[in-house]
């Protein structure tokens, strides 16, 4: 079965840089792909995802701070977050298989394959 691993979380002061980075252990066939967050006792949100058509979609609380890209060379998708915020604390999930929900409206419940996630932690 084919497993998606996340890394690159970490813990930064606000206004730091991260770069996360989702690897697939068969390679990426998928046509949509995000990542997506969740703070405890808060619901898993859609930050940013992407297709093979072009499209690509962020989240209001993130536009312009993170930037969602993938290497279709080396497999890779990536999440670079700058000006971390303390309220952008939160384990960080990488999703593939999406449908179109996915990615237009940044709907977890649209993708079926999940990573277990790296953890970002931003202090004030």
């Known amino acids: 079965q084919v497993q998606l691993v996340e890394s690159g979380g970490g813990s930064v002061q606000a206004g730091g840089s991260l770069r996360l980075s989702c690897t697939g252990s068969?390679?990426?066939?998928?046509?949509?792909m995000g990542w997506f967050r969740q703070a405890p006792g808060k619901e898993r949100e859609g930050l940013a995802a992407l297709d093979n058509y072009g499209t690509i979609r962020y989240a209001d609380s993130v536009k312009g701070r993170f930037t969602i890209s993938k290497d279709n060379a080396k497999d890779i998708l990536y999440l670079q977050m700058n000006s971390l915020k303390p309220e952008d604390t939160a384990l960080y999930y990488c999703?593939?298989?999406?449908?179109?929900?996915?990615?237009?409206?940044?709907?977890?419940?649209?993708?079926?394959?999940w990573g277990r996630g790296t953890q970002v932690t931003v202090s004030s």
């Open positions: 068969s390679g990426f066939t998928y046509t949509r």
């Open positions: 999703a593939a298989n999406c449908n179109s929900r996915g990615v237009y409206d940044l709907d977890p419940s649209s993708c079926n394959l």
